[in-house]
Structures are given as structure tokens and as C-alpha cells.
């Protein structure tokens, strides 16, 4: 797995911010309500109160920057591809995340994210909510990530199980 450490920046701010190092610090994830938002371009627009602490950014640090500044290195880019390939077709993504904190620590979360939509069915960002993951899913998910973790698998069909419905009945935001 890499260690490689990102710089990232903030498209409002224009600071610079490092993607920290993982450690092996497991952050006990109580299940409180995360939401936060991005443009099309996966660039945060909101993020609620318990994702900026859990994570431990302030809301001036995060908003503007690429979502994967809480991208842990242990997840494989398939299921990032499959993500934005499901999202993007206006359809709902489900899948265990492992996220990467502001100090390094990392946590397990079940997310979905959806397209937010404006009154005529365009895209104009998306919407994703954390809960609690599932202890035997977690495990599942580790094993799977290290099988599949290397380039060659990025188009494993495992990634594509995480498409839930159609959007047909997704929110519309205007």
C-alpha cells in the first residue's frame, strides 16, 4: 500500500494542505450523522459539524478542498472509479470507506453518496452520509481491498456491487 503523503489545495483559499501520514490509530467512529457536499468536481461545498471534528479540519480548511483529503491510502482506486461511474449516472453508491483523519488516524464508515439534482435532473454536486460500519463488513472489506488493491484490478466487478438503485426517486435541489 502507499504511504505516499499528497499536497492538496484549497480552491477558495488557495492554501496548501498536506495529506498526513497514516498511522495504525484506529478512531472509534460513535455513528453520529456525517454529511458533507462536493461540486461536480468533488470539491467539498459543506461539511456538517461532526464530519469537521471527527476528522479534525476546521470548515475553513475543508471547504474548498478535494474530498480525498480524507482519502485513506489502503482504499483501492477501483472503488473510486466504480464510485463517480454509479454517481455520475445518477444513481446512489454504497460501500465501506476507510477515511484518513487530519492526524493520521483512520476509521471505517458505511457511506452512500448521491447526486444532487436541480429541478431539471441535472447534476449540480453530491451528497454523502456516514454511518457506523459494521464490524464484519469491515473485515470483509479489508480483505477484499488488499486482494484487489493493486492497478490491475481496477476494474474488478466487486467494485460495481456498490450501486444501489436507480435515482429515479433522488432528491431534487434547485
Sequence with gaps: MSNIQKTLINVKTLEKIIQPEPTDEYKDYDGSTMITETDLDGIITYANRNFVEFNGYTRKELIGLPHSIVRHP?????????????????????????????????????????????????????????????????????????????????????????????????????
Design 74 to 174: 489502503d482504499v483501492p482506486k477501483g472503488v473510486f472509479k466504480a464510485m463517480w461511474k454509479i454517481i455520475k449516472a445518477k444513481k446512489v453508491w454504497r460501500g465501506y470507506i476507510k477515511n484518513l483523519c487530519r492526524d493520521g488516524s483512520y476509521y471505517w464508515a458505511l457511506v452512500y453518496v448521491q447526486p444532487k439534482l436541480n429541478d431539471a435532473g441535472e447534476h449540480i454536486g453530491y451528497i454523502s452520509n456516514r454511518k457506523d460500519a459494521y464490524p464484519k463488513s469491515i473485515k470483509y472489506a479489508e480483505e477484499k481491498f488488499k486482494e484487489l488493491f493493486d492497478d490491475e484490478h481496477i476494474n474488478d466487478p466487486y467494485f460495481m456491487e456498490a450501486e444501489l438503485y436507480l435515482g429515479e426517486s433522488l432528491g431534487k435541489f434547485g
